[in-house]
Structures are given as C-alpha cells and as structure tokens.
C-alpha cells in the first residue's frame, strides 16, 4: 500500500492589495502556517510522501527570504515532498527554482522535480511529474507519460498542472489535461493542481482517479462570487468558477492499496484562517445589539476573515451604534469589515424637531435629512452617519 497528501496552488506570496499592508501579512504568514499543519497531518497519517502540483509560488518576483523560508518548512517534513512547477511559477530560465536554494533541490527531503521522466518514489511506486516551463500552452502536460513496457507491479502516479478537459468552454491555451489522461496513461492516480476548489473525477465505475485538492489555505469569501481581493489567475477567463475556493483549505490524502486498485481519497482540512461572509436584516436597535454580542463572543473570531453586510433600516439613536459593531471587527477578527451601504437610517419628523429644537442646529438636522434621501449612495451615506452623530451629540445634551 502507499499512502501520501496531495496538495497544489499554495501561492506563497500573493499579493492581495484589497487589504491593508498589516493585513495582507497577516494573510501571507497563515500560507505558510497551513504548510506547518499539512506537515502535523503528514505525522499524524505516517504517509509516504507529499505532493505539491505546482505554483508553490504566486510568482517568480518572490523574494529571496520568502523561497528560503519555504524551503526550509518544507524541508522538516516527516516524508519527502515532491515538487513540480505551475504556470504561476513556470519552470523559465532564471526563475525562482534556478535559485538558491531550490536550484539544488534534487536530494534530501525537498525535490524538485525539473524532468518529464519517470521517477521511482519508493520500491514498487513511478510518479510521472508533467512540469510547467510557461504561462499558457496548448500542449497537454501529460501527453509524455509512457504507456509501453511498464511494470504492472508498480504503481503508477501522475503529478501535473493545468485544466482537466471535462467540460466545453475551457481556454484552449490552459494546459488542458485529456479527460481520458488516466486511462490512456494507464495512471493509478493523477494528482492535479490548477484549479483552486476541490473537485474528484469518477469514472464510469465510480472510481476516482483524477482529483484536484483545491488551496491549502483559502483566498476569498466563501460563498461569495466576488473574488476581486487584489489576485487574479493567469487565465484567459480568470473569472471562471474553477478558481473560485469555497472560504477554507484543504487537501487531499490518497491511499491505493496495490496497481490498479480503487484509490482511497479523503479530505483533510489544514487551513488557517476561514473567510466568511454574512449578510443580516436590521429593523430595531435589539437587532444591532443581539447581532454586536453575537459578533464579539465568536469562540473562532482571531481565525476568521470575515466581510459582514448589514442591511434593512435603522432608527438614528441605533444608527450611531454601528461604530461599536465595526470597532469589534476591527480589533477582534483576523480581519473584520463592515458593509453597510445598503442600510438606512429612520427618524421620525417629529422626534427630530423636538431634539433640534430652533436654530442653526435645526438647519443642519433639516439639510442632512434631505441628504439621506438622496439615491446617490455617496451623499447619502455620510449624511446618514453625520445625522446619527448629530442626533447622539443631541439627546446626550439633553440627558
């Protein structure tokens, strides 16, 4: 039997420019905390080895301390761990693995897989590594694997990276994979990077040999199909589906208990951080009051990113209050952020003149009132926050 984790797209350097600076290194550190804890399941599971499917790397501008940091992780794994490039981090002529210290990375516990050749893993084991050397490419990566004078005593595993042939409409140029490439290559298990959800391919018989194990750690909103984070994938349709992780990361562990056997495939989640994205009504100020304590006791806040949509209506003594629900998802989150675009503020007339009394006071109540009318989204929402303010500043004078 073998037994081994199959991760791919871990992105180590991303740049997620919709956050703030302190943020995205918090973002960032979690990539390589993940990596910690596929390790911990590696231990855990007494695998053989570990396969990274490519685009270990956002890109080839990675610094020098981020790749040695990289190295240096994986390189305390418990099994060897197998490495192919991914049109992220293709494998080009001075590119981050013609560097140090992955330019020497053919030995020890970290390898670097540079050749389309096979290469014998343990006794009885053949992974066939189908390396990017480009962005896009027409070629099917697999198209090498031998299918002539084989062991049938061996398994046989195949580790490449691109779009898996099984649906019309996919770009030409995105290294797509035959969706026969198991059978035709006469493959036990292929271990695809590329795409970033989790998606296993069972064949006519209900066996799955194809999988992809989506991101080790996740990179937008889970349930949300707004994945503009400041990323985007070097596709000629980066807005597709595939690319879309569902807020959590993971990866896969595959067992297979002799050639030609069913593989065994099993989901293990690893990721750090979890992004969520919640949407609630508002109508009385109890809502906002149950929604801040609910908020601020989640048991799991420090490992959530979480993009929280308030909308409805509010009365202006609540409105104000919305500050404290944004200050505990600032401080308390991983990161915490406040949509409310869409909530209105409430006052009655009347209520309104009593508090404003006469005055300049009643002007301003007056002119911002006929501002949080306005359907323009970038007038009403600061006169909305002014007249809450306005009107807190008023009924604590009259206390």
Not at 53 to 69: C, E, N, P, T, W
Request: aromatic share 8%.
């Amino acid at each position: 039997m073998v037994s081994f984790l199959h991760t791919a797209d871990l992105h180590l350097g991303l740049r997620l420019t919709r956050f703030p600076e302190h943020i995205v290194k918090k973002l960032q550190d979690a990539r390589f905390q993940a990596i910690e804890r596929i390790l911990h399941t590696a231990t855990q599971r007494h695998v053989d080895f570990l396969l990274i499917a490519g685009d270990l790397f956002d890109d080839h501008s990675i610094d020098a301390r981020l790749a040695r940091r990289a190295f240096e992780i994986l390189a305390s794994s418990p099994a060897p761990v197998f490495v192919i490039s991914g049109n992220h981090d293709p494998l080009i002529p001075g590119g981050i693995w013609d560097r140090e210290p992955w330019i020497t990375a053919d030995s020890g516990q970290v390898r670097f897989l540079r050749d389309r050749k096979p290469y014998e893993v343990q006794s009885g084991v053949v992974l066939y590594p189908c390396p990017v050397m480009c962005k896009t490419s027409r070629e099917d990566p697999t198209a090498w694997i031998p299918t002539e004078e084989i062991d049938a005593d061996c398994v046989r595993i195949g580790i490449a990276h691109g779009s898996y042939n099984c649906r019309p409409g996919l770009p030409e140029n995105d290294h797509l994979i035959s969706e026969n490439a198991p059978q035709s290559r006469k493959l036990d298990y292929l271990a695809l990077g590329h795409w970033h959800s989790r998606q296993v391919f069972p064949d006519q018989a209900g066996v799955t040999r194809v999988a992809y194990p989506g991101v080790h750690e996740p990179m937008r909103y889970q349930t949300s199909e707004d994945i503009r984070t400041g990323w985007t994938p070097y596709s000629d349709d980066p807005q597709r589906q595939e690319f879309r992780d569902d807020g959590r990361g993971e990866i896969l562990h595959v067992t297979i208990d002799s050639p030609g056997a069913p593989p065994h495939v099993e989901a293990v989640e690893v990721g750090r951080l979890r992004w969520e994205q919640h949407l609630r009504e508002l109508q009385v100020e109890e809502d906002l009051s149950h929604l801040i304590a609910e908020v601020a006791a989640d048991p799991a806040r420090e490992q959530r990113v979480l993009r929280l949509k308030v909308t409805g209506r509010l009365p202006a003594g609540a409105f104000a209050r919305l500050q404290e629900l944004r200050d505990v998802l600032e401080a308390r989150y991983a990161y915490g952020e406040l949509i409310d675009e869409d909530l209105q503020l409430t006052a009655e007339e009347s209520e309104l003149r009593d508090i404003a009394g006469a005055g300049v006071t009643a002007r301003v109540f007056s002119r911002l009132r006929e501002e949080t009318r306005d359907a323009r989204r970038e007038v009403r929402k600061p006169a909305e926050a002014a007249l809450a303010a306005l009107y807190q500043i008023a009924t604590e004078g009259q206390a």
